[in-house]
């Protein structure tokens, strides 16, 4: 069992920036994966960014946050990070982060790899 607590989230003005923590506990392995994904009121849930426990892979992003937002991890702390900058009011959302082993690359991206999830941070961007 994995554990997932976010925090971090909240009210930020366009153009400004937050950071996003994710503090995974349980039974993690280096083999992990670990997403973040949103949900924005009324619309599906999106695919943020993805980071192997591992650092085997570099990286991955959406095209809507590339550039903008950097996934990074703290091994040490069992953390994960999401840095997200110059932020825009269409990043309004729930963000949550998941767990689960991710075989190949593509499948980073796939909400349904994930098992394990938080319970999700509010970030809300005025205009």
């Known amino acids: 069992q994995v554990h997932l607590i976010e925090s971090g989230g909240g009210l930020v003005q366009a153009g400004g920036s937050l950071r996003l923590s994710c503090v995974a506990s349980g039974r993690t392995s280096n083999d992990y994966a670990m997403g973040w994904f949103r949900q924005a009121p009324g619309k599906e849930r999106e695919f943020v960014a993805a980071?192997?426990?591992?650092?085997?892979?570099?990286?991955v992003y959406s095209d809507s946050v590339k550039g903008r937002f950097t996934c990074s991890r703290e091994n040490a702390k069992n953390t994960v990070y999401l840095q997200m900058n110059s932020l825009k009011p269409e990043d309004t959302a729930v963000y949550c982060c998941a767990a689960d082993r991710a075989l190949f690359s593509t499948m980073l991206y796939d909400p349904g790899t994930y098992y394990y999830w938080g319970q999700g941070t509010q970030v809300t961007v005025s205009s």
């Open positions: 980071i192997t426990w591992s650092g085997g892979r570099p990286p």
